[in-house]
């Protein structure tokens, strides 16, 4: 169907969408570099380009659906939550929101930290050559093989997150001849969602062990006696996407108060505190997040502050930002399919990927920006709903979004900001391929994780 040809859907529906979309932004060919990586821009024809590399020719080479990484935004983004918190404090990326070898070596040269919460992960990273004592071990439920082996390897710290892992723990390295490195996932009673936090007075949630009642205090009492363990800090995460920095100070004040029972109790000042991850990126203009420098200063401050008035020398702190550092730096490119529009209603924008290849719209509600980047338009606005392919009717990447009016199959769409948690969160429903991460930097584009094949399912099934 020519552009021309295609019926333009409802202008503005019946349903008007609410929050973001609330009303078409003035421009649509307009990038907004708060959703968007930071070499992203528009060549003179209106394509959209990364790495210096236009969309035309990823899709051509790479095909469609894909994620495109743009390198060095990512290794910005390390250097600059890395130079806010300084020689002083360690900075961990989480690496749930995205791994890979690739990224393995970036941070590795970049000189960050790595956060991993499972065997798989110890694995991707031990194997691209992350110093194992720069590794950290997370989760609230390792195994023993995998306790075993983060200790065997030599992991920095492996976070302690229930009174039987503290015992697990301790024996795996009293078994092994080893001293292993600890700290106490502790749950502060802060709890946090997207853009507030309500303090909570009782733990509902599976991670760490509360400061209420005393139990915090005991598992500490608990690992200071148990050979194998050495016990150097408290560990507290309080969520993800948060842009609101009172819930960390609430929580790194409790923190340094149950550090100021410990010396009290024991005479043992532990020497460093983490305050975990969870810092909120930009997945639509409305979004605002802190950068890192205002971070550090705040947790940085806040930290000192407690030590002081409790006569404690400041501990060293750490982080562990995921989606704050991989997020932004990625979008997921889509061909343009079925377009329907439905009258009174919207348009349904068909894509060539979906909840396979980014299931937190249908998971968390989560808003995205989408842009038509193959061309420029001065076509109208027109209220668009981008889903995918699965036989699914909640399989929806953007809820609501404008695109113009004139958009027609064979068109590439982008969304912006999904370095976080999609490629890592994909699925192979329906049977789909999970798609590549393709890196772009300085004029050139390499895949890091290849696109799945049809042959990689086959592999599966033995039956
Ligand atoms: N540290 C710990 C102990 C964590 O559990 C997490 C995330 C992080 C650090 C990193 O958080 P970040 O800075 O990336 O927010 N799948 C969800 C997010 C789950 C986060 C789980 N833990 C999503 O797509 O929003």
Redesign the pocket.
């Given at each position: 169907m020519s552009r021309s040809a295609h019926p333009a859907g409802p202008r503005h529906a019946d349903v008007v969408p609410e929050g973001h979309y609330a009303a078409p932004p003035a421009d649509l060919n307009l990038l907004d570099e708060k959703v968007w990586s930071r070499t992203v821009t528009r060549d003179a024809d209106g394509a959209l380009t990364v790495g210096g590399i236009g969309v035309a020719r990823l899709a051509e080479e790479f095909g469609t659906p894909a994620y495109f990484l743009d390198e060095a935004d990512f290794r910005a983004r390390c250097r600059a939550w890395s130079d806010a918190f300084g020689p002083g404090a360690d900075v961990y990326y989480?690496g749930?929101?995205f791994l890979s070898r690739a990224v393995v070596r970036w941070l590795r040269e970049e000189g960050l930290n790595l956060?991993v919460c499972s065997g798989g992960e110890l694995t991707t990273a031990l194997d691209a050559g992350m110093p194992a004592e720069r590794i950290a071990f997370?989760g609230n439920n390792k195994t023993v093989a995998e306790i075993e082996r983060a200790v065997e390897a030599g992991v920095g710290r492996i976070v302690l997150d229930s009174f039987q892992e503290i015992v697990r723990v301790a024996h795996v390295a009293q078994r092994l001849g080893k001293r292993q490195q600890v700290q106490i996932r502790v749950t502060v009673g802060v709890e946090a969602h997207t853009h507030e936090f309500i303090a909570t007075a009782h733990e509902d949630q599976k991670f760490g062990i509360a400061l209420a009642g005393g139990l915090a205090a005991e598992a500490v009492r608990r690992a200071l006696t148990l050979d194998g363990l050495e016990l150097t800090g408290i560990h507290s995460?309080i969520g993800?996407?948060i842009f609101d920095m009172a819930g960390f100070e609430v929580s790194a004040r409790r923190v340094v108060q149950l550090l100021a029972e410990v010396r009290d109790e024991h005479g043992v000042e532990l020497a460093e505190i983490d305050l975990?991850?969870?810092?909120g990126i930009a997945y639509t203009s409305d979004d605002d997040p802190r950068e890192p420098h205002e971070i550090a200063k705040a947790l940085g401050d806040i930290v000192t502050r407690e030590c002081e008035a409790s006569g404690l020398a400041t501990p060293r702190i750490s982080v562990?930002?995921?989606?704050?550092i991989v997020g932004p730096t990625a979008f997921t490119l889509y061909e343009v399919g079925t377009i329907k529009p439905l009258e009174g209603l919207r348009t349904y924008v068909s894509v060539d990927g979906g909840m396979s290849d980014n299931i937190?719209t249908a998971l968390?509600d989560a808003e995205y920006s989408v842009a038509l980047v193959s061309r420029s338009s001065d076509a109208e606005p027109m209220l668009v709903r981008v889903v995918g392919k699965h036989c699914e009717s909640g399989d929806i990447v953007v809820k609501d979004a404008f695109l113009p009016a004139d958009l027609a199959p064979g068109d590439l769409i982008a969304v912006p900001a999904t370095g976080?948690?999609c490629r890592s969160?994909a699925s192979n429903y329906n049977h789909a391929l999970r798609p590549p991460v393709v890196a772009v930097r300085d004029g050139e584009a390499r895949v890091i994780v290849r696109r799945e094949t049809e042959e990689d399912l086959l592999r599966l099934d033995v039956g």
């Open positions: 989480a749930k929101a956060d997370h995460h993800s996407q975990g991850g969870g810092l562990e930002p995921g989606r704050a937190r968390y976080a948690y969160m």
